[in-house]
């Protein structure tokens, strides 16, 4: 990858748009110095869910340390920094706010400018930073807890969405089944778990079809189809496998992140495909895609599973091709939880 500066460029990046609070010095857009992850996973287990209140106060609490870890790791001062990069949007209003005031403080203080970034951007340039070689253009299947798109990279930075879920986040829906058979939160790597020792062809869950777009998702019929069947071994008296359950949902859920991804690759002529999002860390998706993207010789890429789920690393990278594109954020920055890409 051709360098854009011909001096090194070192960004301070904060990421506090769900529930965790992340910093990370990274180089070059590629080169990751420190990325440090403070996750409130434990703090929410209890409820369910995500506390959207506990969240903030959690951040406030943690950010200031994060950012000092983060830069001692790294062995970076704040005035060797070139930017400061911030997730601004989407995700929960009061978690983003304490990222986009700290940042803003930071760059106030000392000068150095703000680059305000796009939390999905940020998804799918976590894969800048394990593959070097990987360019756009390519296709990138973003599936987390909020969102589910498929998304042609034309550029560093330039989008275009080809498709997108109609109801339900991949990850949503992995978090609702994993509650409703009794896993608890988070449901994604605990439904990736127990699936492991399940039928994934044990019952077979509904793939849903979108008819106006074929690149369109649609999971909320499927966590229902899981619920009726829950229901109807209740009312029967019949024992539920939670394995089996756990591994055909799983099974139904790969089974249409692949089949569409795979055919707007095809339909649009691409010959490089990504995934990105906390989903993407799901062990089942990554095999089938591989296997799936050897089959029709395309090149595959995934980032490791903790640069899936949320941290600041990958702000970082999106932060530094903006940065690069000139882009620079003012003071007026706000906190956007319904950010469009
Ligand atoms: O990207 P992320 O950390 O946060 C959002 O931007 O939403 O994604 C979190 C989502 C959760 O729904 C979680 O259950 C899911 O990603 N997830 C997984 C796995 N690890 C995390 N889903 C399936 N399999 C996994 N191994
Ligand atoms: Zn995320």
Redesign the pocket.
């Known amino acids: 990858m051709e360098q854009l500066y011909n001096k090194d460029v070192l960004i301070l990046a904060i990421e506090t ?2 529930d965790e609070t992340a910093a990370s010095v990274v180089k070059n857009g590629r080169e990751v110095l420190s990325n440090v992850i403070f996750t409130q996973i434990a703090l929410h287990t209890r409820y369910g869910g995500v506390v959207p209140e506990i969240a903030s106060r959690k951040h406030i609490e943690k950010i200031n340390q994060v950012i000092e870890e983060a830069l001692l790791q790294a062995r970076v001062t704040l005035e060797e920094l070139d930017a400061i990069a911030v997730t601004y949007g989407p995700g929960l209003v009061g978690a983003l706010l304490v990222g986009v005031s700290e940042a803003k403080a930071i760059s106030f203080a000392s000068g150095i400018p703000l680059v305000g970034v796009h ?1 999905i951007s940020g ?1 799918i340039s976590a894969n800048y930073i394990e593959h070097k070689e990987l360019e756009p253009p390519f296709i990138c299947l973003v599936a ?4 589910s798109h498929l998304v042609a990279v034309k550029d560093y930075g330039v989008y275009e969405i080809i498709g997108m879920t109609r109801d339900d986040a991949a ?2 829906a ?2 609702k089944v994993a509650r409703a058979i009794g896993l608890g939160y ?4 605990k ?2 778990k127990i699936s492991k020792e399940g039928n994934p062809d044990a019952i077979p869950f509904p793939r849903a079809k979108i008819a106006e777009n074929a690149y369109d998702f649609s999971f909320s019929g499927m966590k229902s189809a899981v619920l009726n069947y829950l229901n109807s071994c209740q009312m029967k008296g019949e024992p539920v496998c939670q394995a089996d359950v756990a591994a055909s949902f799983q099974k139904a859920v790969v089974d249409v992140l692949v089949e569409h991804s795979l055919h707007a690759v095809r339909q649009f002529h691409y010959d490089k495909f990504a995934i990105a ?3 993407a ?3 089942s998706l990554r095999a089938a895609f591989e296997t799936e993207c050897r089959k029709r010789q395309i090149s595959f890429y995934c980032p490791s599973p903790v640069l ?3 941290n600041a690393a990958m702000i970082g990278a999106a932060g530094y091709y903006e940065f690069c594109r000139g882009v620079r954020s003012g003071y007026d920055l706000n906190a956007v939880p319904n950010l469009k890409l």
């Open positions: 748009s769900c939390h998804h987390s807890g909020g969102h990850g949503e992995f978090d988070p449901g994604g790597p439904i990736d999002g906390g989903v860390a799901n062990s899936c789920t949320d």
